[in-house]
């Protein structure tokens, strides 16, 4: 049954998807940096307003996508 379904399968990445992965890393790293930069001068008290601001950007992203879960 496995093998009917791997014919239409191919595991290839092209040029476009190397670079789509290599954007996304470089865009984590510099949001990582950003935060370590912000808690060193802000102190411990800056997790919450990324706490705070996270769980209100999830509230905007549930509310645009519709609620289908």
């Given at each position: 049954?496995?093998?009917?379904?791997?014919?239409?399968?191919?595991?290839?990445?092209?040029?476009?998807?190397?670079h789509l992965i290599a954007i996304g890393g470089s865009i984590g790293v510099g949001i990582f940096f950003?935060?370590?930069?912000?808690?060193?001068?802000?102190?411990?008290?800056?997790?919450?307003?990324?706490?705070?601001?996270?769980?209100?950007?999830?509230?905007?992203?549930?509310?645009?996508?519709?609620?289908?879960?």
């Amino acid at each position: 049954m496995q093998d009917s379904n791997q014919e239409h399968l191919k595991r290839d990445l092209s040029e476009r998807h190397i670079h789509l992965i290599a954007i996304g890393g470089s865009i984590g790293v510099g949001i990582f940096f950003a935060v370590g930069n912000s808690i060193a001068s802000a102190g411990p008290s800056i997790l919450l307003s990324y706490i705070l601001s996270s769980i209100v950007i999830y509230l905007i992203m549930r509310a645009l996508g519709g609620n289908r879960c």
